[in-house]
């Protein structure tokens, strides 16, 4: 896994297509790390063997990222051993620590949010075909997509973000009617945001955040002061029952 320390980098997808041999092949890489003028910059090596294509760039949040953003997981590209790689099976992360040398890991949406295209995952045997296409490479019947196909990943890497009911969204422009009817304002990078954003966000608030602790003391002493006007009803009714008796045997 590369060491970075930025939080979006790019990755990269290539394609080994031969259509004598019908023969379809993926491999998402990770970016190339420079220093230029003192400058850590990320790109995609142009060529990683002559036999190979340059299928696309997408961005996503780099795996050593923490805390791991609402709404999106950790992913691994399984890939071989073979040189150049081969990508053999993507999936989930269910322990984000047990870090293998054999993936390529990147944190992505897997549902769709504004400001991100879905990534498919064509399969087929054991080979994985990376696409932003949502068709398969080829017309043969046993190409299948991968359960978790598609994702959702950035074209670009975004700078700013905005919480939004509780998830951090890539942010270009304003997105009219999401969610809220009236969303705050204020746009931040993506840690700052994800730290931010650690609060349920209520769509009828004007936007402004509550602290779940805060809404769950708001909730208990709602629920007691509930209890309390029903003890007093209760009272009450007692109260008028003993005077009613009370005039009935006087007449």
């Not at 930025?6 to 220093?35: A, Q, V």
């Not at 063997?49 to 399984?78: D, H, Q, S």
């Not at 995952?121 to 019947?141: G, M, R, V, Y």
């Amino acid at each position: 896994m590369i060491n970075v320390d930025d939080d979006i980098i790019p990755y990269c997808i290539w394609h080994y297509i031969d259509l004598d041999t019908n023969t379809f092949l993926g491999y998402i890489s990770e970016p190339r790390k420079y220093k230029k003028n003192d400058v850590v910059s990320f790109d995609c090596d142009l060529k990683i063997n002559e036999n190979w294509v340059f299928g696309g760039t997408f961005y996503a949040t780099a795996p050593n990222f923490r805390p791991i953003p609402v709404g999106m997981k950790i992913l691994c590209a399984k890939k071989s051993s073979s040189v150049p790689p081969i990508t053999r099976d993507i999936y989930l992360m269910k322990d984000p620590y047990n870090i293998k040398d054999d993936c390529v890991y990147f944190a992505t949406y897997t549902q769709p949010v504004p400001n991100t295209i879905p990534l498919y995952f064509h399969s087929l045997k054991n080979n994985i075909f990376p696409s932003f296409d949502p068709n398969p490479p080829s017309k043969l019947s046993e190409w299948t997509q991968t359960i978790i196909s598609p994702v959702f990943v950035m074209q670009t890497k975004y700078e700013k973000f905005k919480c939004i009911n509780g998830r951090c969204i890539p942010w270009i422009s304003e997105i009219k009617s999401l969610y809220d009817t009236d969303p705050h304002d204020e746009l931040l990078g993506l840690h700052n945001c994800v730290v931010y954003c650690n609060n349920l966000v209520l769509s009828k608030n004007e936007g402004k955040p509550f602290n779940i602790l805060d809404m769950v003391l708001e909730q208990r002493n709602a629920q007691k002061s509930i209890y309390l006007l029903y003890i007093i009803f209760i009272f009450l009714i007692i109260i008028i029952i003993i005077i009613i008796s009370l005039i009935i045997k006087k007449n």
